[in-house]
């Protein structure tokens, strides 16, 4: 069993940034590809990021390549999640999840284990 737990959400203003953490259980998070997710009111959740166990493999999704940075650190079981240049459009509720295997992936099936969620909203 995993347990996510994600945190750094807030409100803040448009071209601001913030850094999303998410800390993992468990002694498999090595092990495990991570992603973002994001579900904004009224719409389905979508991806944002995956990276794979050791860090090295990333993907993005269109919205947020070359504003969001996925990263991990495994000696403190955590993914994180950099944002810059911040919009309303980023305004969502953002999930960390864990994935059984290592590599990524953009599809929210192959996600095990999920968190609850933490709040950005970016104000125009």
């Known amino acids: 069993q995993v347990q996510v737990v994600e945190s750094g959400g807030g409100l803040v203003q448009t071209g601001d940034s913030l850094r999303l953490s998410c800390v993992a259980s468990?002694?498999?998070?090595?092990?495990?590809?991570m992603g973002w997710f994001r579900q904004a009111p009224g719409r389905e959740r979508e991806f944002v990021s995956t990276i794979n166990w050791s860090g090295t493999v990333t993907e993005y999704a269109d919205p947020v390549k070359g504003r969001f940075t996925i990263s991990r650190d495994n000696t403190k079981n955590t993914v994180y999640l950099q944002m810059n240049s911040l919009e309303p459009e980023d305004t969502a509720v953002y999930y960390c999840a864990a994935k059984i295997g290592m590599a990524i992936s953009s599809q929210k099936v192959d996600y095990e284990y999920w968190g609850h969620g933490t709040l950005v909203i970016v104000s125009p």
């Open positions: 468990g002694p498999t998070f090595a092990r495990n590809a």
